[in-house]
């Protein structure tokens, strides 16, 4: 697929092109990856959604999630300032999801949770996680805003 959109834009650059065929050949086909946010199942072949106009699915979303995640937290080791956002990934949502059963909450609550119900009880952060909204077939992310008690998507 590559080769074939590099083939069309010969002579217009392409570099983002070649740079994407780079790190694919770097990687060994149809082996566990070791990326951040991926599952321990999750092997090169599941990078074939990203080509064409293939559905994303969660893990690759989580996957992206993750290097955000590694992006904002190694910036604020750098800087040495926090951020006004805490980013989660599809745990977050997989959570609600299951929030609809009246059990769930019978059960002793994911760690994570805990942890993020501190941060918005101290209101130190807003809250960024992806959703699946089924209806439009397509990921959102949501925004929880604890000093003005809000959740958002999209512009606001």
């Not at 893990?59 to 750098?78: L, P």
């Amino acid at each position: 697929w590559i080769e074939d959109q590099q083939a069309k834009v010969q002579g217009m650059g392409g570099t983002h092109l070649n740079e994407a065929l780079c790190h694919l050949g770097m990687l060994p086909w149809h082996e566990p990856t070791r990326i951040p946010g991926a599952a321990s199942s999750v092997t090169t072949q599941d990078f074939l959604l990203l080509l064409g106009q293939n559905k994303v699915s969660t893990v690759t979303i989580d996957m992206m999630v993750g290097w955000v995640i590694q992006e904002m937290e190694s910036k604020e080791r750098t800087l040495g300032e926090s951020s006004h956002y805490k980013v989660r990934g599809m745990e977050v949502w997989n959570v609600l999801r299951k929030a609809k059963d009246d059990t769930y909450f019978t059960y002793k609550l994911p760690r994570f949770l805990k942890e993020l119900e501190g941060l918005l009880e101290r209101k130190e952060r807003k809250l960024l996680f992806p959703a699946f909204v089924e209806e439009l077939n397509h990921f959102i992310v949501i925004e929880v805003d604890p000093v003005w008690r809000t959740l958002s998507y999209g512009e606001h």
